[in-house]
């Protein structure tokens, strides 16, 4: 599943020139379809923010040099809120897949107010 942090890395790529936009784009939409079935809000947030600017690149003439600029200022706040939400869940709160392998998926239980989601794919 895609996640915030591959559509950051993805749209690096675009900024120095190791992914084209229109690669970009074809990449974007294959991998974010159907997403408001399986992602969470901050994906579904953060796909909305890159189409509309890749949605001007593509049917207002941006040029390309402004449209990477603001591909990287799109994704950027989801990124920090990423990256502040995985940062304040102490270690000992979350879930490994392995302890629910072990365990069973409906052994586990939360401690504390912090519940992190396990997907069972692949299980």
């Known amino acids: 599943m895609l996640t915030v942090d591959q559509i950051s890395g993805a749209v690096a790529d675009v900024s120095v020139g190791r992914l084209a936009l229109d690669e970009f ?11 408001h079935s399986w992602a969470d809000g901050g994906v579904i947030d953060a796909v909305m923010s890159v189409e ?7 049917f207002a003439d941006m040029p390309d040099a402004l449209a990477k ?5 799109a994704i ?3 990124v920090q809120t990423a990256r502040k939400i ?5 270690q000992d709160h979350l879930l490994s ?7 069973g998926p409906h052994s586990v239980k939360a401690s504390g ?6 997907s069972l794919a692949g299980t």
């Open 25 to 35: 784009e074809r990449w974007i939409r294959r991998e974010s379809r159907n997403m």
């Open 69 to 73: 600029q603001e591909l990287a200022n």
């Open 113 to 118: 107010s912090v519940i992190q989601s396990v």
């Open 97 to 103: 897949s392995e302890s629910v392998k072990r365990k």
């Open 52 to 58: 509309a600017v890749l949605s001007e690149w593509r």
């Open 76 to 78: 950027r706040p989801f």
């Open 86 to 90: 995985s940062g304040s869940i102490p």
